[in-house]
């Protein structure tokens, strides 16, 4: 599979014990130079319009990653930005496979969480960007921030539920663009990120309590900063206070931090409620299962 083809023969050792012997198929290392060459091409077309052909793209690199022939780590983002886009009610989808799009592009990543445990998480991020693009080229002209769907989430999340450290890292990630540079990011996928964070399937409190443990980390080193910022450049005491464009721009800048950090804090606000989590419960990391979105007691 990885171009060494085994061959069992009916030769024997001079000793009359059987033995396997190893051939280089040319054909099949020529078909791996190939898949090699134009994986960026396949992996661009996991996004297509056309069902049939995502299916053949994920099918195909699928293929590609089971047999060894290429990296995975570069196929992760496009993976993931399927597994969030797949739409699983194409008859198209239905008709080329008893499996949906989703399912099988799940599979895959399944297979790669599996071998390479940190190759996920590595794409995880650019993959929900690759998807929140496409969703709201899909959505262009109607309402903003609509980003993939949360029960594709849910999904995909399910991949990370089987060591509370996957799950850790996978909730830590997807507040990470809080902490780089939330200025520079788009509102309405942050706003995107916090619902998701909000309305996966926890299944016990330490989940939300990891969130807010982060969101407490994020806000406190964020907010300060940008109280601190106003607190110099607004002084109590000046009541006209002229500013240049530079300064403009960082105080829309602060405008816009402040902004992501009251989406952290209403995520915050939610979790605490659906949850029934208070502080001696977060500052004890309570691990209790939920059941119908509240922990049992």
């Given at each position: 599979?990885?171009?060494?083809?085994?061959?069992?023969?009916?030769?024997?050792?001079?000793?009359?014990?059987?033995?396997?012997?190893?051939?280089?198929?040319?054909?099949?290392?020529?078909?791996?130079?190939?898949?090699?060459?134009?994986?960026?091409?396949?992996?661009?077309?996991?996004?297509?319009?056309?069902?049939?052909?995502?299916?053949?793209?994920?099918?195909?690199?699928?293929?590609?990653?089971?047999?060894?022939?290429?990296?995975?780590?570069p196929c992760v983002?496009?993976?993931?930005?399927?597994?969030?886009?797949?739409?699983?009610?194409?008859?198209?989808?239905?008709?080329?496979?008893?499996?949906?799009?989703?399912?099988?592009?799940?599979?895959?990543?399944?297979?790669?969480?599996?071998?390479?445990?940190?190759?996920?998480?590595?794409?995880?991020?650019?993959?929900?960007?690759?998807?929140?693009?496409?969703?709201?080229?899909?959505?262009?002209?109607?309402?903003?921030g609509v980003g993939p769907?949360?029960?594709?989430?849910?999904?995909?999340?399910?991949?990370?539920?089987?060591?509370?450290?996957?799950?850790?890292?996978?909730?830590?990630?997807?507040?990470?663009?809080?902490?780089?540079?939330?200025?520079?990011?788009?509102?309405?996928?942050?706003?995107?990120?916090?619902?998701?964070?909000?309305?996966?399937?926890?299944?016990?409190?330490?989940?939300?309590?990891?969130?807010?443990?982060?969101?407490?980390?994020?806000?406190?080193?964020?907010?300060?900063?940008?109280?601190?910022?106003?607190?110099?450049?607004?002084?109590?005491?000046?009541?006209?206070?002229?500013?240049?464009?530079?300064?403009?721009?960082?105080?829309?800048?602060?405008?816009?931090?402040?902004?992501?950090?009251?989406?952290?804090?209403?995520?915050?606000?939610?979790?605490?409620?659906?949850?029934?989590?208070?502080?001696?419960?977060?500052?004890?990391?309570?691990?209790?299962?939920?059941?119908?979105?509240?922990?049992?007691?």
């Amino acid at each position: 599979s990885s171009g060494i083809n085994a061959e069992y023969g009916e030769q024997t050792k001079t000793d009359g014990a059987p033995f396997v012997s190893l051939e280089i198929s040319n054909e099949t290392e020529q078909v791996g130079e190939v898949m090699k060459e134009f994986l960026p091409s396949i992996l661009n077309l996991l996004l297509d319009a056309d069902d049939r052909v995502r299916l053949g793209a994920v099918n195909a690199a699928n293929l590609a990653i089971k047999h060894r022939i290429v990296n995975p780590l570069p196929c992760v983002p496009g993976l993931v930005g399927l597994s969030l886009c797949a739409n699983d009610t194409s008859q198209s989808s239905i008709l080329s496979n008893p499996n949906s799009i989703q399912e099988t592009t799940l599979q895959v990543l399944s297979y790669i969480d599996e071998k390479h445990p940190s190759f996920l998480m590595s794409g995880l991020l650019q993959g929900i960007k690759i998807a929140y693009s496409q969703t709201e080229k899909e959505n262009s002209g109607k309402a903003k921030g609509v980003g993939p769907n949360i029960f594709s989430m849910s999904k995909l999340y399910g991949l990370a539920k089987h060591s509370s450290g996957s799950r850790r890292n996978f909730l830590s990630l997807l507040l990470k663009p809080f902490e780089q540079r939330p200025e520079l990011q788009d509102e309405w996928y942050l706003l995107y990120m916090v619902k998701a964070a909000g309305h996966l399937p926890y299944t016990s409190s330490e989940e939300p309590i990891s969130l807010v443990h982060t969101i407490d980390r994020i806000v406190s080193v964020s907010a300060s900063s940008v109280l601190e910022f106003l607190k110099i450049r607004f002084p109590k005491e000046s009541k006209n206070v002229e500013i240049t464009d530079v300064e403009k721009d960082n105080v829309i800048n602060a405008g816009k931090i402040a902004l992501a950090m009251v989406m952290l804090l209403e995520l915050k606000r939610h979790l605490n409620r659906v949850y029934s989590l208070n502080s001696k419960r977060i500052q004890s990391g309570d691990s209790r299962v939920v059941q119908n979105g509240a922990s049992s007691e």
